[in-house]
Structure formats: C-alpha cells, structure tokens
C-alpha cells in the first residue's frame, strides 16, 4: 500500500547531487561537446538528445550520443577529445539559482517535531579531479563548503563499489553512513526515510528512492519537457530505463515519497517540518 505523506517520520537530513543541480556543469557540458559537433559538422545536441544524456550512466550515454551524432571519430577519440574540453570549461562552473541560500538556510535549520538540527552531506557521481575543476571559482568552492569535507561522496569513494553507481543506491547509502559515523556520540542513528535527497537527474532521482529516502526532483528544463508525460514514473523511480534488478526497492505512483520543483528557490521548507532559524 502506498505510503502517506502524513506516515512520514521529520526529515533530519538533506542530500544532495551537485552536477545539475547546485552547479552549472550540466550546461558546460552541452557547450564542450557542441565544441566538438561543430568542429566535425554535426548539428548541435537537440533538447531531446541533451535530457537523455544528462544524468545518465557513462556507458548507456555513450550509445544514446554515438547512435545520434555520427561522428566521424572513434568513440575513444571523441572521449579523449571531450574530456580535453570539459577540463578546459569545468572552472568556468557557477552555482545555481538558489543554491547557496537553500544551504544556507539549512545549516542553521531544525526540525519542527523533534529539534534535531538538519544535517547535510553531498553524494555526486563526479571523480575527484573533476570536482576540483568545477569547484575551483570562488564563488563554487564556498557553495560546497556548506558540506564537511568527510559528508562529501564522489564517485571514485572506495566506498562505492565499481558499477554501482546511479541509479543503484550505494552512494546514498555511504552518504547516510558518513553522517551517522560523524554524528555527536549519543545521537541517535539517522534513517533513511528521515533523509531527503536533492536530485536533477532521472538516475538520481531512481538512486534515492531504492535507498529508501525521500527525494525533491528538480530537473533541467530540457529534462522537464522530455519526461512531462512520465513524471509520475520518474518519482516512484519506475522509468524502467535502468535494469539493476531488485525491484522492490522502488516507490509506488503517487506514493508521496517524491515530488518536483522547477528550481531549488521553490523549495517549501514547511512541507518537509524544516524550521529555519533566522
């Protein structure tokens, strides 16, 4: 039976994504590939083309682009290629709209029902050296400093075993481990329905649901249009375009575990008993 909203116990921690949703690197991403299609004469990603990329895992979104873009390189070349341009464009990311007053405001939140601060951890499939590309601009690296350097998982974490990346749970699930491990002694133990996850992408938003978290979906506009008609799916995580198995992981339509928002400035504090302190 689907769970109700009113069922749910206080959040007390929020989880988030970064590429797509805190930062802009899903944009600089379009323009470094759009580099090389225009170098080699192919048209420009299509909305369509750019909402089945983003988000996705490495070896589905090389098929998606490759059966699209016909380039005339190798698939290896054109990996080589992108990867010297995004290292080029990734310290030109900036947060995005409503980023850093959402964190901000979270830092110093509680919960209405039991008092608990929210505590707040990053779960992003981006490796380490990308990372500190798109957080090298000023503005960029303060954003992420709203997470302790020990709640921030990417995705070469050790912890995160190979292939089990987004839109399996295990990152979430390591997220969740970092902020109990960190915990003052005597807290008790955060769980997983207390976490609210923060998501751009398709995956992401499939990745929270299997680790038993509640989940705010805020998708690229171009993701919003490609998925309007399915977005009732895409909340319980039920898309089907990921075969991992374990099925009972995922929501029920309608089940109240997930909802979408345009921007993070959306954000409804008071739906989730979050009471920011002024």
Not at 108 to 127: F, V, Y
């Amino acid at each position: 039976m689907a769970s109700l909203e009113t069922d749910f116990p206080a959040v007390r921690a929020c989880i988030f994504d970064m590429d797509g949703l805190l930062i802009n690197s899903e944009d600089i991403i379009t323009l470094s590939i759009n580099h090389l299609l225009e170098k080699y004469g192919r048209p420009v990603l299509t909305r369509s083309i750019r909402a089945q990329l983003m988000g996705v895992p490495d070896s589905t979104n090389g098929d998606v682009f490759h059966n699209w873009a016909k380039l005339p390189i190798s698939r290896e070349q054109f990996a080589r290629e992108s990867s010297e341009q995004m290292r080029l464009h990734f310290p030109d990311c900036e947060p995005l709209p409503g980023a850093e007053k959402l964190l901000s405001n979270l830092r110093s939140a509680r919960s209405t029902s039991s008092g608990d601060w929210i505590e707040l951890a990053l779960a992003s499939s981006t490796k380490s050296y990308s990372y500190e590309l798109k957080t090298s601009k000023p503005e960029t690296k303060r954003l992420l400093k709203f997470f302790r350097s020990d709640r921030r998982i990417l995705g070469d974490d050790p912890r995160v075993r190979q292939g089990r990346g987004k839109p399996a749970p295990d990152i979430y699930k390591v997220a969740l481990q970092s902020l109990n491990a960190t915990a003052d002694s005597g807290e008790r133990a955060i769980m997983p329905n207390e976490c609210l996850v923060f998501e751009d992408s398709v995956a992401g938003v499939e990745a929270g649901r299997r680790a038993g978290m509640r989940v705010v979906w805020v998708p690229h506009l171009d993701v919003a249009v490609e998925y309007q008609a399915r977005q009732k799916d895409v909340l319980a995580g039920r898309t089907g375009m990921f075969e991992i198995g374990d099925k009972w992981q995922l929501g029920e339509i309608d089940d109240g575990w997930a909802e979408s928002i345009p921007s993070l400035e959306h954000f409804n504090y008071e739906r989730y008993g979050i009471d920011v302190l002024s």
